[in-house]
């Protein structure tokens, strides 16, 4: 699946804004090579990469400033009491946007296969 299918809004506006181009001119005023070649080398702060694959939404900058807080904020709590307390964990590490499929699914609550095999054995109306 390419770009233009996954996200052509994303593609359009990335497309206007780094390169001033209209891309209801493709085919015509502007060829579909030039288009594809200059689609595949947006930069990383294009909207596009961040449809595609969610790792994109931060730049570099700004994961390695998340580096460094979570590093400062670890070892800030190691020296506190909660800290020395055994199987105490450091919970502060800030939240990535990629990882947002883990924190959803941490809160859901699992039943057994036999509470599963009852519900699906109930009468349906």
């Known amino acids: ?4 299918d996954a996200c052509p809004d994303a593609l359009r506006a990335d ?5 001033g181009l209209d ?11 030039r288009a594809a070649d200059l689609a595949a080398n ?12 969610p ?13 460094i807080a979570d590093a400062t904020g670890f070892t800030a709590w190691s020296k506190t009491k909660e800290a020395s307390h055994r199987g105490a964990k450091w919970r502060g ?9 883990e924190r959803v699914d941490a809160g859901r609550v699992a039943i057994s ?6 519900i699906l054995s109930r009468p349906r109306t």
């Open 1 to 4: 699946m390419g770009m233009l």
């Open 15 to 19: 497309m206007q804004r780094f390169y």
């Open 23 to 33: 891309l209801d001119e493709l085919g015509h005023g502007l060829r579909i090579r």
């Open 42 to 53: 947006l930069p990383e702060q294009a909207l596009v990469w961040r449809r595609i694959d």
């Open 55 to 67: 790792r994109a939404e931060w730049d570099v900058q700004t994961l390695l400033l998340a580096q």
């Open 93 to 101: 590490r800030i939240p990535r946007p990629w990882e947002r499929h």
């Open 113 to 118: 296969t036999s509470e599963i095999d009852d």
